[in-house]
């Protein structure tokens, strides 16, 4: 019992499909055993990117059909393509959704995103060495290069009423420094952003590019959110204009819900990166688990219906949460996302301090705290909308402390 009802099947034959987005109990919700719901035992829960719906169908299935073989053994294909077959259903994937295609033996497959951030990061470059971040930026981020002795180079958003998104980067202000010597190996790109659910536009896209080009950087591309981009705007992956320079990074678990399934995959189209790779022993890189390796093939190649569904539905959500803070908490800053299932909350008008998030523990509300996104996210706080309006509208109540003890 899932607390969700999940069935596909349509009372009316044209009935667009029910997954029970909206359909969610909260007590089955309060009962989760992952870090989400069960991490900080509060009752509200809007943290950690993790969606409250259960996962497609789809993903039921690709796991049953796995233990109903009844091997579980080591799987007969390689890390590297040309035998996995959801590396082969990812580049398909990306030939027909993206217009992006590439030789699949340039594909390496990963237990998830952050583990090709570190190894590329740590395989080509040196202690000391720039890399280029947008900021406030995805706390793994900033670890991932700071831990590493590696340099920030911080690209800060700034509020701007005419960009869709609320968010501009200035990206001639990076060329200059850059071209005045500040030093820089890597732009390091989250696209989608998060947390300002940013989506870089072909221009922008196009001037990272030549400012890459310019100034010898090695991308790595983390779009792990690229299947959760709204309508009007389409994901254009940064190796489309960059193809010769950029590492993508990409996942099924964050569009389909399937984090704990530790899947993901990497495109490595310099050869000098692939070279590096081969200085160290294969097993460095570990091997991915069976089932996220099904899963990530059965979505990949079954899940749309359940992903425009999701989708659907987390572009109400984003709509109906600039509602419930207009009639809840009208001094927030709030532009809805491009992308992503986060909204970046402006806290800074209410005077709650550097850490907005801690001013409503206390009502039993967790969400993101922004101080950790970087200097940029002081007076900030992140919430995750990916669930049930009504589980929303109680989170926001709840920040209120309108819903007394919850
Ligand atoms: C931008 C971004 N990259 C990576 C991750 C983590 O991915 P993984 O669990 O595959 O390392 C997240 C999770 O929220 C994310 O938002």
Request: charged share 20%; hydrophobic share 40%.
């Amino acid at each position: 019992m899932t607390g969700a009802s999940s069935s596909s099947s349509a009372s009316a034959a044209s009935a667009a499909p029910d997954f029970g987005f909206d359909s969610l109990s909260l007590d089955w919700l309060r009962a989760k055993p992952g870090a989400k719901w069960h991490r900080h035992g509060v009752p509200w829960n809007a943290w950690v990117a993790d969606m409250d719906f259960p996962p497609p169908p789809c993903v039921d299935q690709a796991i049953r059909a796995v233990l109903d073989s009844g091997d579980i053994g080591y799987p007969d294909w390689r890390h590297v393509t040309g035998g996995s077959p959801a590396a082969t259903a990812f580049a398909e994937r990306c030939a027909a959704r993206y217009g992006w295609t590439f030789d699949p033996e340039h594909l390496r497959e990963l237990n998830d995103v952050l583990q090709g951030i570190q190894i590329v990061l740590h395989l080509c470059t040196e202690p000391g060495d720039g890399v280029v971040v947008h900021t406030p930026a995805y706390p793994p981020f900033l670890h991932s290069v700071e831990d590493n002795g590696r340099r920030v180079v911080r690209v800060p958003a700034s509020r701007s009423a005419d960009s869709p998104s609320g968010w501009t980067f200035d990206h001639e202000a990076l060329d200059a420094r850059l071209a005045a010597g500040e030093q820089a190996k890597v732009l390091l790109l989250c696209h989608p952003h998060n947390p300002t659910g940013h989506v870089f536009s072909e221009d922008e896209l196009r001037s990272l590019a030549a400012i890459a080009e310019r100034h010898d950087l090695l991308v790595i591309s983390d779009e792990i959110h690229a299947d959760l981009t709204y309508a009007p705007l389409t994901h254009r992956p940064m190796a489309l204009f960059a193809p010769e320079r950029t590492v993508t990074i990409h996942a099924a678990s964050k569009a389909f819900n399937l984090a704990g399934l530790r899947y993901a995959i990497m495109h490595v189209a310099p050869a000098w990166v692939r070279e590096r790779f081969g200085t160290v022993p294969d097993h460095m890189f570990g091997a991915t688990n069976l089932m996220g390796s099904a899963a990530a093939e059965a979505v990949w190649r079954h899940g749309d219906e359940w992903l425009d569904a999701v989708v659907a539905h987390l572009d109400g959500q984003r709509r109906f949460l600039g509602d419930l803070l207009a009639m809840y908490l009208p001094d927030v800053v709030y532009t809805p996302p491009q992308g992503t299932y986060l909204a970046w909350l402006d806290f800074r008008t209410m005077d709650l301090g550097d850490d907005p998030s801690a001013a409503f523990v206390g009502n039993g509300v967790r969400l993101s705290e922004g101080p950790n996104f970087g200097p940029e996210g002081h007076g900030f706080a992140r919430l995750n909308f990916a669930t049930s309006t009504e589980v929303l509208r109680g989170t926001v109540r709840a920040m209120t402390g309108e819903l007394g003890d919850p």
